[in-house]
């Protein structure tokens, strides 16, 4: 019995010690990957009103033929004749009145409502809002003033009237421009070539009256009140006559040469132009003169001089219109050897020609793109200028 029960045990140990062992427990699966969705990207900035009104006038001058473009740069002289086929037919950038243009075919003057509806059928006849200018600076140079009709109060007064009566608190160059500004743009016009920002304080010159008559701090005091007038009226204003007309003579007679130091601009002459420009921001465009200023160009008058643009533009910083002063005077007819006065002026970087020739002018502009004389791009670039001017102006969108 005994081996009985030993031989069992044995036969159980060894049928334990061949059972196969426990398999092993299977790890736990790996996790997933783990897939990290990227962040959506910020969306653009909205763009600005200034952007946006950018844009507009690039689509806009993109529409625009090259006859539409030239035509934008001819802030021209009044016709007495064919106003509104010329303006449909040379595309014109502007007008600009002078005392006849407020008085009928009879010498009588105009009424309020008859100067109105004139400058609103001429806007109507425009495919772009048109610049409507008059000089209006008060004293001995005044236009739509004169006129009774338009304002009874009489003409507009000069600076050195003004100041005469300025007393305590009273602004009275602002209060001045505002009324004389506001007036003028009930009837239609919606750029005042003014103020004078020269400085001059020797009575004899030609410029004085039209002056402070005093130093170029006084001058500027001047002129930042009266643009800061005008851009609140949404008026137009013109700082003129860039550099500085200083004590020089009457360049609607013939040549001017100023011989002063270029220090004495960068520290005088420059200042009211300056404040006139911080003041009106891009409301505002700069008149170039006739004058030879010999210490940026010695050969040519500055508004045909690309030397005396360079220095407007760099040392004043100054992006918008530049616009020559009457290309029609003395001073200026003997420079372009083909009669192309225009090309030359495009050519010095104006924006914004005045003339009374612009019928001839305008062909002369055509050809000299035409033959690659005046490049395309300089064309846009100041056709650019004149549609912004506008835009700020509120005469397109």
């Known amino acids: 019995m005994r081996r009985t029960l030993t031989a069992a045990l044995a036969a159980l140990l060894l049928l334990t010690a061949c059972a196969a062992p426990p398999a092993p427990e299977e790890p736990p699966p790996d996790p997933p990957p783990v897939v990290e969705t990227p962040p959506e990207p910020p969306a ?111 003409k507009c007064k000069s600076p050195q009237w003004l100041m005469s009566r300025q007393s305590g608190e009273e602004d009275v160059f602002a209060e001045d421009a505002r009324e004389k500004n506001t007036t003028l743009l009930r009837y239609g016009i919606n750029v005042n070539l003014a103020p004078v920002c020269d400085v001059s304080t020797d009575p004899g010159s030609f410029i004085y009256d039209r002056t402070l008559g005093l130093d170029a701090a006084a001058q500027a005091d001047y002129v930042e009140r009266v643009v800061s007038a005008m851009a609140e009226c949404g008026i137009g204003s013109v700082l003129k006559h860039f550099p500085g007309y200083g004590d020089n003579a009457d360049t609607h007679t013939g040549i001017a040469r100023d011989e002063r130091p270029l220090e004495t ?7 009211p132009f300056r404040a006139g420009l911080a003041a009106g921001g891009d409301t505002t465009a700069v008149l170039v003169s006739h004058n030879i200023v010999s210490c940026m160009d010695g050969e040519l008058p500055a508004s045909l001089s690309p030397a005396v643009h360079e220095v407007l533009r760099r040392e004043l910083g100054f992006d918008g219109v530049a616009m020559t002063d009457d290309l029609a005077m003395k001073a ?63 005469l397109i969108a």
């Open 265 to 271: 601009f960068l520290e005088s002459d420059f200042l």
């Open 332 to 394: 200026v007819a003997d420079y372009a050897g083909d009669g192309a006065v225009a090309v030359m002026a495009l050519e010095a970087g104006n924006d914004l020609l005045i003339t009374a020739d612009y019928r001839a002018q305008i062909p002369k502009v055509l050809e000299a793109v035409e033959n690659g004389a005046l490049s395309e791009e300089t064309v846009d670039t100041a056709c650019r200028r004149v549609l912004t001017w506008k835009q700020a102006l509120g």
């Open 44 to 154: 653009p900035p909205a763009p600005t009103e200034e952007e946006l009104a950018a844009e507009r006038v690039e689509n806009l001058l993109a529409s625009m033929t090259l006859e539409e473009r030239v035509g934008q740069l001819f802030f021209a002289r009044c016709p007495e004749t064919n106003v509104l086929e010329d303006i449909m037919a040379c595309h014109l950038g502007g007008c600009l009145l002078f005392g006849r243009d407020f008085k009928d075919a009879a010498g009588n003057w105009l009424t309020a409502e008859q100067v109105t509806e004139k400058i609103r059928s001429w806007q109507d006849a425009a495919a772009i809002p048109l610049l409507i200018g008059a000089d209006e600076e008060g004293g001995t140079v005044a236009r739509a003033s004169w006129n009774p009709n338009l304002f009874p109060g009489g």
